[in-house]
Protein backbone atom coordinates (compact mmCIF):
# COMPACT_ATOMS: atom_id res chain seq x y z
CA UNK A 1 0.00 0.00 0.00
CA UNK A 2 1.44 3.48 -1.12
CA UNK A 3 1.31 6.81 0.83
CA UNK A 4 -1.63 7.58 0.12
CA UNK A 5 -3.24 10.52 -1.71
CA UNK A 6 -1.71 13.43 0.11
CA UNK A 7 1.98 12.41 -0.05
CA UNK A 8 3.68 10.68 3.35
CA UNK A 9 1.45 13.15 5.52
CA UNK A 10 -2.35 13.96 5.89
CA UNK A 11 -5.42 10.92 6.15
CA UNK A 12 -4.31 8.83 3.37
CA UNK A 13 -1.14 8.71 5.13
CA UNK A 14 -1.98 7.69 8.26
CA UNK A 15 -5.08 5.46 7.10
CA UNK A 16 -1.68 3.74 5.36
CA UNK A 17 0.46 3.35 8.52
CA UNK A 18 -2.23 1.74 10.12
CA UNK A 19 -3.06 -0.82 7.32
CA UNK A 20 -1.96 -4.52 8.05
CA UNK A 21 0.72 -4.34 6.06
CA UNK A 22 2.51 -2.52 9.06
CA UNK A 23 1.19 -4.56 11.49
CA UNK A 24 4.29 -6.88 12.01
CA UNK A 25 6.79 -3.78 12.78
CA UNK A 26 6.57 -3.23 16.61
CA UNK A 27 8.00 -0.52 19.05
CA UNK A 28 11.28 -0.40 20.61
CA UNK A 29 10.00 0.79 24.07
CA UNK A 30 8.74 -2.56 24.98
CA UNK A 31 5.07 -4.18 23.90
CA UNK A 32 2.95 -1.94 21.47
CA UNK A 33 -0.34 -0.85 22.55
CA UNK A 34 -1.81 -2.89 19.41
CA UNK A 35 -1.35 -5.90 21.74
CA UNK A 36 -3.24 -5.05 24.10
CA UNK A 37 -5.99 -3.86 21.92
CA UNK A 38 -5.84 -7.29 20.11
CA UNK A 39 -5.98 -9.28 23.58
CA UNK A 40 -9.49 -6.56 24.10
CA UNK A 41 -10.41 -7.81 21.23
CA UNK A 42 -9.87 -11.33 21.59
CA UNK A 43 -11.12 -11.60 25.05
CA UNK A 44 -14.28 -9.92 23.66
CA UNK A 45 -14.84 -12.74 20.98
CA UNK A 46 -13.83 -15.88 23.58
CA UNK A 47 -17.45 -16.28 23.62
CA UNK A 48 -19.66 -18.61 21.34
CA UNK A 49 -22.80 -16.72 21.53
CA UNK A 50 -20.29 -12.98 21.23
CA UNK A 51 -19.30 -15.45 17.66
CA UNK A 52 -22.47 -16.14 16.41
CA UNK A 53 -23.27 -12.69 16.89
CA UNK A 54 -20.75 -11.63 14.95
CA UNK A 55 -21.61 -13.89 12.24
CA UNK A 56 -25.19 -13.27 12.09
CA UNK A 57 -24.34 -9.23 11.69
CA UNK A 58 -21.96 -10.39 8.96
CA UNK A 59 -25.39 -10.60 7.08
CA UNK A 60 -26.03 -7.15 8.20
CA UNK A 61 -27.40 -4.90 10.86
CA UNK A 62 -30.21 -6.15 12.97
CA UNK A 63 -32.41 -4.62 16.21
CA UNK A 64 -31.16 -6.04 19.10
CA UNK A 65 -34.90 -7.66 19.19
CA UNK A 66 -34.86 -9.33 15.89
CA UNK A 67 -31.40 -10.46 16.80
CA UNK A 68 -32.34 -12.20 20.33
CA UNK A 69 -34.74 -13.56 18.64
CA UNK A 70 -32.76 -15.55 16.16
CA UNK A 71 -30.40 -16.66 18.75
CA UNK A 72 -33.22 -17.68 20.75
CA UNK A 73 -31.85 -15.71 23.83
CA UNK A 74 -33.70 -12.87 26.03
CA UNK A 75 -32.93 -8.83 24.67
CA UNK A 76 -31.55 -8.50 27.81
CA UNK A 77 -29.08 -10.94 27.50
CA UNK A 78 -27.93 -9.98 24.04
CA UNK A 79 -28.18 -6.61 24.91
CA UNK A 80 -25.49 -7.67 27.17
CA UNK A 81 -23.37 -9.14 24.40
CA UNK A 82 -23.62 -5.92 22.32
CA UNK A 83 -22.55 -3.57 24.83
CA UNK A 84 -19.41 -5.77 25.27
CA UNK A 85 -18.80 -6.56 21.65
CA UNK A 86 -19.54 -2.57 21.61
CA UNK A 87 -16.96 -1.25 23.98
CA UNK A 88 -14.45 -3.55 22.60
CA UNK A 89 -15.10 -1.94 19.02
CA UNK A 90 -16.33 -5.10 17.10
CA UNK A 91 -19.75 -3.79 16.68
CA UNK A 92 -21.68 -0.14 16.47
CA UNK A 93 -24.95 1.26 16.96
CA UNK A 94 -27.25 2.78 15.53
CA UNK A 95 -30.62 4.37 16.69
CA UNK A 96 -33.39 4.70 14.28
CA UNK A 97 -36.34 5.87 16.63
CA UNK A 98 -36.65 4.04 19.48
CA UNK A 99 -34.86 1.00 17.97
CA UNK A 100 -31.49 0.26 18.20
CA UNK A 101 -29.89 -1.57 15.54
CA UNK A 102 -25.92 -2.83 15.52
CA UNK A 103 -23.59 -3.70 12.69
CA UNK A 104 -20.17 -4.95 12.76
CA UNK A 105 -17.46 -1.92 12.99
CA UNK A 106 -14.94 -3.22 10.43
CA UNK A 107 -15.87 -6.56 8.55
CA UNK A 108 -12.44 -7.59 8.37
CA UNK A 109 -12.87 -8.91 12.47
CA UNK A 110 -15.04 -11.68 10.45
CA UNK A 111 -12.19 -12.67 8.11
CA UNK A 112 -9.62 -12.98 11.25
CA UNK A 113 -12.16 -15.44 12.73
CA UNK A 114 -12.88 -17.01 9.82
CA UNK A 115 -9.08 -17.07 9.37
CA UNK A 116 -8.95 -18.70 12.99
CA UNK A 117 -11.87 -21.18 12.03
CA UNK A 118 -9.67 -22.35 9.35
CA UNK A 119 -6.58 -23.00 11.50
CA UNK A 120 -8.92 -24.88 14.35
CA UNK A 121 -10.49 -27.14 11.22
CA UNK A 122 -6.94 -27.84 10.05
CA UNK A 123 -5.43 -28.71 13.27
CA UNK A 124 -8.68 -31.27 13.73
CA UNK A 125 -7.95 -32.70 10.47
CA UNK A 126 -4.13 -33.38 11.58
CA UNK A 127 -5.43 -34.87 14.68
CA UNK A 128 -8.14 -37.07 13.49
CA UNK A 129 -5.23 -38.31 10.95
CA UNK A 130 -2.66 -39.04 14.05
CA UNK A 131 -5.77 -40.87 15.98
CA UNK A 132 -6.94 -42.75 12.77
CA UNK A 133 -2.88 -43.79 12.34
CA UNK A 134 -2.42 -44.58 16.03
CA UNK A 135 -5.43 -46.98 15.81
CA UNK A 136 -4.65 -48.67 12.62
CA UNK A 137 -1.31 -49.32 14.07
CA UNK A 138 -2.60 -51.40 16.66
CA UNK A 139 -4.79 -53.41 14.32
CA UNK A 140 -4.29 -56.56 13.52
CA UNK A 141 -3.96 -55.99 9.70
CA UNK A 142 -1.80 -53.44 10.23
CA UNK A 143 0.08 -55.91 12.31
CA UNK A 144 3.26 -57.76 10.77
CA UNK A 145 1.95 -61.50 10.05
CA UNK A 146 3.16 -64.04 12.62
CA UNK A 147 4.97 -67.14 12.30
CA UNK A 148 2.86 -69.97 11.03
CA UNK A 149 1.79 -71.87 14.11
CA UNK A 150 2.94 -75.47 13.81
CA UNK A 151 0.40 -78.12 12.34
CA UNK A 152 0.19 -81.39 14.91
CA UNK A 153 -0.21 -84.60 12.59
Known amino acids: MGPGPFGTHGPGARAARHSCEYAHMSHPAGMD ?9 LKTLASPRRLEILHRLAEGPLEVGRLAEQLGISQPNASQH ?4 RAAGVVEAERDGREVRYRLADPDVLVACETMRCVLLRRLDRLADLSERSSTAGAPEARPPLAPAPVNV
Open 33 to 41: RIYELQADV
Open 82 to 85: LAVM
